[in-house]
């Protein structure tokens, strides 16, 4: 196929330190820190540079060196680099320079031809309002027009004109992050199935959003995934192990030119035949491959290194217009058995091809309960926007619910841990162990005392819904100054608590709404609603028993459980490739039985008590007896499930 690539032109600038040699130098200069400079061809022409390691390209050329040209004629762009690996990252962006007026002239050379596929770079800096320099495939003939749309979005003449004439054979590619700038309100960094609701949501009711109901296009959510929506119909890709902002969470510095990577890989596969999730899988593994790898040692783009991936590994699953209930891609057929995926998780892990199951990290902390990782990300979210804040005017109040055995305390470490480890101290208090209110002042105490150190502490106030001295839910009106005030009291002085995080995780309540809705008597007379307005977040840790009739999820979660156990307290169980060696039989009965009497507790105590030192598999055999198993589950129903296989 003939490709044309063409749209607004940057000259990217980076610079990069380097060690002078100072020994014996007679210049000052070289005893500071030095650095060098390279001018790099940006916006379309380094989409074009990419496409070309894949397709035959015609393309727009620059009359001179990039170095040359004048920021009259291009927008030229900053970046600062440091150094990564065998390689560069950017350690900032430093700005643009363009034309003290009007638009850049962009004098470049291009040779019009016929195209059967046209790449329309539209950065939203004037190329899209130069009709003498739009290419004439899109004039005279009817092309596939791919159009990566930067912000200002669905403006200009180039995008009136396309939509009027090129509407049919139009493939729009945006961002998330520019529609959520134009208007549509969708989550950021919850679930995937959040975000694909919201964004459907937005596309059937948003009214800005009428114009491109019909449409085809791509939104790009981050690196780690993209919805392709035709008309109403939608698909969303995902990476199973990571979330949106995860990928540049991880990296060691910012990239650019991933947009680019991503049209490229996107149309060369197009051009060569290759299916619509095919191609985007293609584009979004090119797109991470170049953030992973960053410049070259040169340093240069590495247009040569980033297309070797088919993006395996990448999720998709089509969106429910309307879903029933609460959808979750788990639940998603054909893809998903929860049952036959539950076991398969336990015995094999959920990394591999054949297991696209979205499984939210935190630290040690794993889950795939779209409602728990929802309620988990949205902790997250907030410690993340909090550890920002220097100056914070009080302390971050989350609270923390589940049933006994949860895990509530090792979730709020891990979420912790998966934010800032390296700032964030973590403090326990058991409030039903406080015997009056100076237990409360010492503990206070200690929380500043880690301010002082130049840490954020993370005070976990365990069963703070204690009675004190025979009052339900006593202790809650002390803590309602510190939480608003970020101050306490001892005796006549009060003093400051600092930046810190206080964790309020309930004892009598397994969630939040069982703990509002208790007695309003009771609720009045504690000041339970002053102390719900002084949170700013709350997670329902929901533990491994199933919550309802209708809660199908529960085996899921004993699976992530399960396996983690097992790799962490009996490695020698697994085969060379990774297999998990059990009795079919007692995995079931690990998964089926209807209540662990503690919880995450239980599932551990049970694979301590079996006899699991001296063998290769999980046999029968290697079970307690039932009358041992009492302690924590109903220990002949589990036996009678063990045998039943």
Request: net charge negative.
């Amino acid at each position: 196929m003939k490709i044309t690539v063409t749209g607004d032109i940057t000259v990217d600038w980076i610079q990069w330190p380097v060690r002078q040699d100072s020994e014996g130098s007679m210049f000052n200069w070289k005893t500071h820190l030095g650095f060098k400079r390279r001018a790099l061809e940006g916006g379309a022409l380094l989409t074009a540079r990419m496409l070309k390691n894949l397709a035959d390209v015609n393309h727009p050329s620059l009359s001179c060196r990039p170095e040359k040209t004048d920021p009259s004629e291009f927008i030229h762009s900053f970046a600062e680099l440091k150094p990564s690996g065998d390689g560069y990252h950017v350690k900032r962006f430093m700005g643009y320079t363009g034309p003290d007026e009007g638009l850049p002239s962009m004098p470049f050379k291009f040779r019009a031809r016929d195209a059967d596929i046209v790449v329309i770079d539209d950065a939203g800096n004037g190329f899209r309002e130069m009709k003498e320099r739009w290419p004439s495939a899109i004039i005279d003939g009817d092309p596939t027009t791919v159009l990566k749309m930067s912000s200002p979005l669905f403006s200009g003449s180039l995008w009136e004109y396309l939509l009027e004439r090129q509407r049919e054979n139009l493939l729009l590619i945006i961002t998330m992050e520019d529609l959520r700038e134009y208007g549509a309100n969708i989550s950021r960094r919850l679930s995937w199935e959040r975000t694909a609701e919201d964004f459907m949501w937005q596309m059937r009711n948003n009214p800005t959003l009428k114009d491109i109901q019909d449409l085809r296009m791509i939104v790009r959510v981050g690196l780690e995934g993209a919805i392709y929506y035709d008309g109403g119909d939608a698909r969303l890709f995902y990476h199973p192990q990571i979330f949106e902002g995860n990928l540049i969470e991880r990296a060691p510095g910012k990239m650019q030119g991933c947009g680019c990577a991503f049209t490229a890989g996107l149309t060369a596969s197009l051009s060569r035949g290759l299916e619509i999730d095919d191609s985007v899988r293609r584009g979004m593994a090119a797109a991470s491959e170049l953030l992973s790898i960053g410049f070259s040692e040169e340093p240069d783009y590495p247009v040569s290194d980033i297309f070797h991936s088919g993006g395996e590994n990448i999720g998709a699953v089509d969106i429910p217009l309307r879903p029933k209930g609460f959808w979750t891609i788990a639940d998603s057929p054909p893809l998903f058995d929860i049952e036959a995926v539950s076991r398969y998780i336990v015995i094999n892990g959920y990394r591999r091809r054949k297991c696209p199951l979205p499984v939210a990290h935190f630290g040690k902390l794993i889950t795939a309960d779209r409602r728990e990782i929802e309620g988990y990300q949205s902790i997250r979210n907030l410690l993340m926007e909090y550890m920002k804040n220097e100056n914070p005017e009080r302390p971050l109040c989350i609270g923390v619910f589940g049933p006994p055995g949860a895990g509530k305390s090792f979730a709020v470490s891990q979420l912790a841990a998966s934010v800032d480890p390296e700032r964030i101290k973590p403090l326990n208090f058991n409030i039903s162990q406080f015997r009056d209110e100076d237990d409360l002042i010492d503990a206070f105490h200690q929380i500043r005392d880690v301010v002082l150190e130049g840490m954020v502490p993370q005070a976990f106030f365990d069963e703070f819904d204690s009675p004190m001295m025979g009052k339900r839910l006593g202790w809650i009106r002390y803590f309602l100054a510190p939480m608003q005030d970020g101050e306490f009291r001892e005796g006549d002085s009060m003093h400051p608590l600092g930046k810190s995080i206080l964790v309020f995780a309930g004892g009598t309540s397994s969630t939040f709404q069982e703990f509002e809705s208790q007695d309003p008597e009771i609720l009045r007379e504690a000041k339970v609603r002053d102390f719900i307005s002084r949170l700013r977040g709350y997670v329902n840790i929901i533990g491994p028993d199933p919550q309802h009739r209708r809660d199908k999820f529960f085996m899921l979660r004993r699976a992530i459980l399960l396996r983690s156990m097992f790799e962490r307290k009996t490695p020698h169980l697994f085969d060379g490739d990774g297999r998990l060696r059990i009795d079919d039989g007692v995995l079931d009965a690990f998964l089926r039985i209807p209540e662990y009497r503690h919880g995450v507790r239980s599932m551990e105590a049970i694979l301590e008590m079996s006899m699991l030192q001296d063998v290769k598999k999980f046999e029968k055999a290697s079970l307690p007896s039932a009358g041992q198993l009492d302690l924590h589950v109903d220990g002949e129903l589990f036996q009678r499930m063990v045998m039943k296989n």
